[in-house]
């Protein structure tokens, strides 16, 4: 079990790295095939050898050999946070459908929040063609696991309509109270693509938990006078690490919330 974890922990690493081309690259229109890795400051290709995940960025001191320009410290934290994802997917739900649907959803939110803290756009190029992905993911490992697989496309059906339609009427409403727009069209798929992954009752917990992370990040940021009140704040990024949490701890923390309040 170690070993297996130990190598998809690696091969995490490897994707991880190709999370950080198609971050960099998605956004301005480029092809995420060719050309090979390039420094994005003097355009020269990266050696093999100076492209090994974690590893050479460390060597490197987080530069670049040839024009000694800075790289960033999302190449290292991505890739890292990738390899995790491989591995806590592993020991969550072990090596099967499941695990693919798992280390697929993460990798999505990874992406999308990268691509939302540097640009402020979640492109539909990642959203739409994960969605029917997903949701085949979802109901395949729900058959494999003996889980009643009508339930099981309902309560996805039922996430996306609610996450979508929920931040839809965010949208719809902020301007009106608050004067200033709010979420954005890629929030809204985003908030769909959850409840499709997550199903009802855990997209519920994922919004709750990305409003809730939002929130106290916006009002120490204001606290801080870092941002202003009519400052734009990314929320895919909250949306993603709400997801994550429900995806990994949803049962817990639900059964840990009806425990207080006395629901069954």
């Known amino acids: 079990m170690a070993v297996v974890g130990f190598i998809l922990f690696l091969v995490g690493l490897s994707v991880g790295s190709f999370l950080n081309v198609c971050a960099y690259r998605l956004p301005k229109g480029k092809s995420i095939i060719t050309p090979r890795s390039y420094c994005p400051h003097c355009g020269s290709k990266i050696k093999s050898k100076d492209n090994i995940p974690l590893l050479s960025y460390l060597v490197l001191k987080g530069r670049c050999r040839n024009c000694g320009a800075k790289i960033s410290i999302q190449y290292f934290l991505v890739e890292l946070l990738t390899g995790f994802l491989f591995l806590f997917s592993y020991l969550k739900f072990g090596l099967g459908v499941e695990f693919l649907s798992a280390i697929l959803f993460g990798s999505v939110?990874?992406?999308?929040?990268?691509?939302?803290?540097?640009?402020?756009?979640?492109?539909?190029?990642?959203?739409?063609?994960?969605?029917?992905?997903?949701?085949?993911?979802?109901?395949?490992?729900?058959?494999?696991?003996?889980?009643?697989?009508?339930?099981?496309?309902?309560?996805?059906?039922?996430?996306?309509?609610?996450?979508?339609?929920?931040?839809?009427?965010?949208?719809?409403?902020?301007?009106?109270?608050?004067?200033?727009?709010?979420?954005?069209?890629?929030?809204?798929?985003?908030?769909?693509?959850?409840?499709?992954?997550?199903?009802?009752?855990?997209?519920?917990?994922?919004?709750?938990?990305?409003?809730?992370?939002?929130?106290?990040?916006?009002?120490?940021?204001?606290?801080?006078?870092?941002?202003?009140?009519?400052?734009?704040?990314?929320?895919?990024?909250?949306?993603?690490?709400?997801?994550?949490l429900s995806l990994f701890f949803g049962e817990s923390l639900l059964l840990w919330y009806f425990s207080l309040t006395g629901i069954k």
Do not use: C, N
Not at 143 to 153: I, T
Not at 215 to 235: E, H, Q
């Open 109 to 244: 939110l990874l992406l999308v929040s990268v691509i939302d803290l540097k640009h402020q756009i979640i492109p539909d190029k990642v959203i739409l063609p994960a969605m029917p992905l997903q949701f085949g993911l979802v109901l395949l490992s729900t058959y494999f696991s003996g889980g009643e697989l009508k339930r099981q496309f309902l309560s996805s059906l039922s996430g996306f309509l609610i996450g979508g339609g929920f931040l839809l009427i965010v949208a719809y409403l902020s301007p009106l109270i608050f004067k200033q727009e709010g979420m954005g069209g890629g929030d809204i798929k985003l908030a769909a693509y959850l409840g499709l992954a997550l199903g009802w009752e855990k997209v519920l917990l994922a919004l709750f938990l990305g409003f809730l992370a939002g929130g106290t990040v916006s009002f120490v940021l204001m606290l801080l006078k870092i941002k202003g009140r009519k400052d734009l704040i990314p929320f895919g990024p909250f949306l993603s690490f709400g997801g994550l």
